[in-house]
């Protein structure tokens, strides 16, 4: 599975941008599909995952409510979406997509170890 990212960019807090992450390749089967972020110093972290068959969603709660995940399942690139509102500084890092290998369980969602398919980040800056 290869997973390319877009949408990152400069932004004024309280604005909105929306990530994409296109799929290819093996993309059958339950792939949960995931965004993390890293700032710069810090550790990867769990922004929000999303599951390929019926569409369960797992929220960090940094951005719950404020971010919403979803995915397009009915084009050939399989396409992940992540739409950020109300963006604050602190949401400035540079954003990767994920895909497991297999389904996860809900409880382990949160966890990078867990996902075998990786993109490229794609930066996202807010200011303030």
């Known amino acids: 599975v290869q997973l390319q990212a877009s949408g990152g960019g400069l932004v004024q807090a309280g604005g909105s941008l929306r990530l994409s992450c296109a799929a290819s390749?093996?993309?059958?089967?339950?792939?949960?599909m995931a965004w993390f972020r890293q700032a710069p110093g810090k550790e990867r972290e769990f922004v929000a995952a999303?599951?390929?068959?019926?569409?369960?969603?797992?929220?960090a709660d940094s951005v719950k409510g404020r971010f919403t995940i979803s995915r397009d399942n009915g084009n050939a690139k399989n396409t992940m979406y992540l739409q950020m509102n109300s963006l604050k500084p602190e949401d400035t890092a540079d954003y990767y997509c994920a895909a497991a290998g297999s389904a996860i369980i809900l409880s382990s969602m949160r966890s990078s170890n867990n996902y075998l398919y990786w993109g490229q980040g794609t930066q996202v800056t807010v200011s303030s």
């Open positions: 999303i599951r390929s068959r019926g569409g369960t969603t797992l929220y």
């Open positions: 390749g093996r993309t059958s089967g339950p792939l949960t």
